[in-house]
């Protein structure tokens, strides 16, 4: 099945620093979404982005959905230790969602 | 409390039995959905179903079969004709109307040995 490419694939960062996570698409999607997932249970709904070029934020967290539609990043700011998880990016053309591989964050105090 | 519900939290079986893992909303989605996550990938979809008594594959089906017979509920069951059962298995549902997201469970995470 499909998947999106999503890097860095982990990141080791320190309390306070920014964060940038990037994922691309050989194929154009409508929308793009990012999640956090926390170990052992779902994934949770951080941004949705519905139009080409569209930035949006959501506290520390801002995403963009990229103009040619087959990318998307997520940064985050000032982060903290609660920020610690998987984040996926989705692409959705249909009904489908397609998942990226996931990019695990660690931040140390 | 309205929301989507995966029973059980864990799950073992003996290899060669059918399991069937349980998802129920009460937030009145039209569509759910199943995939399954291994350690260090995304999700990727078995199955999904948008209205009462239909459904269709996703990209991993082989070995899985589902039913809606309520709106409510969406139950997948792991035969004994999947090679490689274990994993951890979400449930998810949406509401059919524009620029809405889907909801997960908590998942369930399956053994087999």
């Known amino acids: 099945g499909q998947q999106l490419n999503q890097s860095p694939q982990s990141m080791f960062i320190q309390e306070g620093e920014d964060v940038s996570m990037n994922c691309t698409s050989s194929?154009?999607?409508?929308?793009w979404l990012w999640y956090k997932q926390d170990p052992g249970e779902g994934p949770v709904l951080l941004i949705a982005?519905?139009?080409?070029?569209e930035l949006t934020s959501n506290g520390r967290l801002t995403a963009q959905f990229g103009i040619t539609r087959k990318d998307s990043f997520l940064n985050i700011s000032a982060s903290i230790p609660s920020d610690v998880g998987i984040y996926f990016c989705?692409?959705?053309?249909?009904?489908?969602?397609?998942f990226g591989t996931g990019t695990r964050l660690q931040v140390f105090p | 409390d309205g929301g989507i519900t995966q029973s059980p939290k864990y799950l073992f079986r003996k290899e060669g039995q059918n399991v069937t893992l349980s998802c129920e909303q009460n937030?009145?989605?039209?569509?759910m959905y199943w995939y399954r996550q291994d350690p260090g990938q995304g999700l990727r979809l078995i199955y999904y179903?948008?209205?009462?008594?239909?459904?269709q594959k996703g990209d991993i089906a082989e070995g899985y079969s589902v039913s809606r017979e309520k709106k409510e509920s969406f139950p997948l069951t792991v035969t004994s004709a999947q090679k490689n059962p274990t994993a951890f298995y979400l449930c998810?549902?949406?509401?059919?109307?524009?620029?809405?997201?889907?909801?997960f469970g908590q998942g369930t995470r399956l053994t087999v040995v």
């Open positions: 998810a549902s949406r509401p059919l109307r524009e620029n809405t997201e889907a909801f």
């Open positions: 194929s154009i999607f409508n929308t």
């Open positions: 982005l519905y139009k080409a070029g």
């Open positions: 989705a692409g959705r053309s249909t009904d489908k969602l397609i």
């Open positions: 937030l009145n989605h039209d569509a």
């Open positions: 179903s948008q209205i009462v008594n239909d459904f």
